[in-house]
């Protein structure tokens, strides 16, 4: 399952490929995980077993070194697991279904990724078209851009220089962006490590009123407090314990 190399970083991000997604928008979209593990867990703690519903929120926590973003990159693909399963709709997210599930997914790496260098944001925003990761609806104008910033709480020219904003500004840019790119799953890795709290809180909310189904890695507790699900993981005696509250 979900066997991707990790020199295919950038096209996991943007699902790049050449076969269209299938659409599932016409079926309630479920996402299971069955007893999931990366294999950088402690071989005593219990695996992931959650199902998650369009609105809700499964926030992975935990001290360092525990393997949160390494479960974070098998769920997205960057990563083969140890062993377990993914289901998005009843269907099993194998090898045969990489092409599918790089299409429902918009991956947000804790570094986000701008570009090839020296672009403004508008380039940014677009990079998912240039790269021919999105064939399926329009290059976005500069309305739908400037709409896009703005629900991610920056308010920016798309000429503006991307090395010239900071972190937080980088990562509201990326959240922009996949507004854009319109896919029902959100992987995100401590989206927040850059944002002051009301830019947090911001994001929070622009989570909860999408019709999204969000993961996420992060130590932020308001964070956490407003996911619906809580998979901790922790460290004691060289080992991890990890338990899910629901």
């Known amino acids: 399952m979900l066997l991707l190399p990790y020199t295919s970083f950038i096209h996991c991000v ?9 659409s599932c ?3 309630p979209r479920q996402l299971i995980f069955h007893e999931l593990r990366s294999g950088f867990e402690a071989s005593s703690a219990p695996p992931l077993s959650v ?3 369009v609105g809700q929120h499964l926030a992975i926590s935990g001290v360092s070194g525990c393997g949160k973003t390494s479960l974070l990159q098998v769920i997205a693909g960057l990563k083969a697991p140890k ?4 289901l998005y709709n009843d269907l099993t997210i194998g090898e045969s279904a990489l092409h599918f599930w790089r299409q429902q997914i918009c991956y947000f790496p804790q570094q986000a990724v701008m570009g090839m260098g020296g672009e403004c944001v508008r380039d940014v925003l677009h990079l998912p078209w240039r790269l021919k990761a999105i064939t399926q609806f329009p290059l976005p104008d500069e309305q739908a851009c400037l709409s896009a910033l703005r629900k991610a709480g920056i308010d920016v020219l798309l ?6 904003l900071s972190g937080g500004e980088k990562q509201r840019v990326a959240v922009a962006r996949g507004l854009l790119m319109q896919r029902e799953i959100w992987l995100m890795d401590e989206p927040t490590s850059a944002l002051d709290p009301v830019g947090r809180d911001h994001i929070i909310q622009l989570i ?3 019709s999204l189904i969000c993961i996420s890695v992060s130590h932020d507790p308001v964070w956490l407090t407003n996911a619906t699900h809580v998979h901790t993981m922790s460290l004691s005696k060289d080992e991890c314990n990890v338990s899910i509250n629901q």
Request: glycine residues 8%; aromatic residues 4%; negative net charge.
């Open 14 to 22: 943007f699902g790049c490929s050449i076969m269209s997604a299938n």
């Open 208 to 210: 909860e009123d999408s």
């Open 83 to 86: 062993s377990g399963e993914v």
């Open 51 to 53: 199902a998650l519903q």
């Open 159 to 164: 000429e503006k220089t991307i090395a010239s």
């Open 25 to 27: 928008s016409s079926h």
